[in-house]
């Protein structure tokens, strides 16, 4: 009787274990044919064994493809370092943005705007614009329909030539002694040969055209990055090129001149001269969506540019003024008396 007792627990137990080993079994073949091939030869616990490892490799796999790509992120640059070219500096510098230098770091040839005045300067801007709509545009576009194309050059190569000096003295202060030389040359030249400056025979002989201020000097000197601020008439400035105005103004010709009724009607000649030349970009000022941050953008950037060539000593190419109202066309009291 106890074996007929015993007998049927027997059988339950071997089913249960059956059905038990049964899900393992089946599972290991499908995941070892798919990641890696087995022996056909290979037993069960063979196979479970390869379906163990093979369980493991995707992700020993993908940690190492994470080590990977932060290595790629933070690798040595060096293998895929150049060195920036001179057209890119300029870019950079005129343009805005950083060029990655040999080494790996980037050069920030143009510092992004540095403007924490900027409700003060906003205005300052809202005033400036109000008195150049109603004052100096309309007399530009006069000066421009009424007085001929050859005749408004040789009141800009009047006013150019007056600021030689200023140039002169500023390139020996940055140590160019050889462009300080080009620039004597090219003054006596146009106040000789060009009639007291109306005419610019320095340039048919291929005298280089530089124009430097003492807000230049002071850039280069080391003062890189100062913060924007807008005056009253005077337009864009920065508080280092507001500072070069007091190394600038000895140095004008223009303020020289004794008798006021002179001095004053040469300046508001050179005011509405160089207004003048501005004409061209009115349309683009009166479309831009924000015309403040377009003015102080490209002042800033322009200024970056020209100090980033004085540098470089990048002498090949000719410079425009650096100032949209110079410090002789402003009228201001004489300090001397």
Known sequence: ???????????????LAACAGKPARDAAPPVATVVTPTDTTATPDAAQAAADVSADVPAATADTSSDAVAQAGNGDASSTDVAPTAAEDDFAALYGGQVATANGDADAGAPPAYDPWEKYNRGVHRFNNAVDRGVARPLATAYTRAVPQFARTGVTNFFSNLRSPLTMVNQLLQGHADDAWDTLGRFL?????????????????????????????????????????????????????????????????????????????????????????????DSLRDSAVDEYSLTRDAWLQRRSYQIEKDLRRDGKHDDDDPSPIPVDAMPMPDWGN
């Open 1 to 15: 009787m106890s074996l007929l007792r015993t007998l049927p627990l027997l059988v339950l137990v071997a089913l």
């Open 189 to 281: 030249m146009n106040s000789t040969f060009g009639i007291g400056g109306l005419f610019d025979p320095a340039s048919k002989a291929m005298v280089p055209k530089r124009s430097e201020d003492f807000g230049q000097t002071l850039g280069a000197w080391g003062w890189r990055q100062s913060r924007y601020v807008e005056l009253p008439f005077f337009g864009p400035r920065t508080v280092r090129d507001v500072l070069g105005l007091a190394g600038d103004m000895p140095l004008s010709p223009v303020r020289t001149i004794e008798m006021d009724k002179v001095r004053i009607g040469l300046q508001g000649l050179q005011l509405v001269d160089v207004r003048a030349q501005l004409l061209s970009i």
